[in-house]
């Protein structure tokens, strides 16, 4: 993506009764409902954020075990608080993508611009290839220029893009951006922001982030 999560399912050694299939249809429509996206065969270790946008809430998993890097570097920026006050400030559909072969949907954040010159280094690109992640409906991920060029910016995947997987296409260097979780609450939020109005990709205006917390902490 211009500068802009598969989770192995656990073993089982105990068969398990097979759900109701009235079960599982009420299931799914609590998922719906409540805008959760399935994490089917994606269950290693977590930690959650809450992202609190003025449009509402989007939960996050992030993969502590399989992106530690990339979720760590993450977490500086949330505990610094960087993100508060901050935007999701681009939305890319399928309609606004003209000088684009590969088409993806995303939506994009950056940090409090009072921090734009005073982040962190750069960290190295920890592509799918080697963490298993993969770029799925509700993924979180690194937005960069080159290869290990990630510093605070972030986007989540609208439906698969398996274009922006190690060995994409998207980005000419087909190395792929570093997913490092997947949202669990608040895909309808997503969907939302990446329906607001735009001019072009830019949000008009950016919907502000309130802030970004661990789940967990300081509670």
């Given at each position: 993506m211009d500068h802009c999560v598969t989770i192995?399912?656990?073993s089982r050694e105990r068969r398990l009764m097979r759900p109701l299939?009235?079960?599982v249809v009420l299931l799914s429509i609590v998922l719906t409902l409540t805008g959760a996206v399935p994490t089917s065969g994606q269950d290693s270790p977590s930690l959650f954020v809450l992202i609190e946008t003025e449009l509402?809430?989007?939960e996050v998993a992030m993969d502590m075990e399989r992106a530690?890097?990339?979720a760590n570097n993450f977490l500086e920026y949330v505990r610094a608080g960087h993100f508060t006050d901050g935007q999701f400030h681009r939305t890319v559909t399928l309609d606004n993508q003209p000088d684009n072969e590969i088409?993806?949907?995303v939506i994009q954040a950056s940090v409090n611009r009072e921090f734009r010159e005073s982040?962190?280094?750069?960290i190295s690109l920890e592509r799918t290839s080697t963490t298993g992640l993969k770029h799925l409906d509700g993924t979180i991920s690194m937005a960069r220029g080159g290869?290990?060029?990630a510093t605070s910016s972030f986007f989540i995947c609208v439906g698969d893009q398996p274009s922006l997987d190690f060995g994409g296409k998207r980005n000419a260097d087909g190395q792929g951006f570093a997913a490092f979780g997947r949202v669990t609450q608040g895909m309808d939020v997503v969907r939302k922001i990446q329906q607001a109005p735009a001019e072009g990709q830019s949000l008009t205006p950016p919907v502000r982030i309130l802030s970004i917390t661990v789940i967990g902490e300081n509670d």
């Open positions: 192995a399912p656990r299939p009235s079960l509402g809430r989007i530690p890097a990339t088409l993806i949907e982040g962190y280094e750069p290869p290990d060029s």
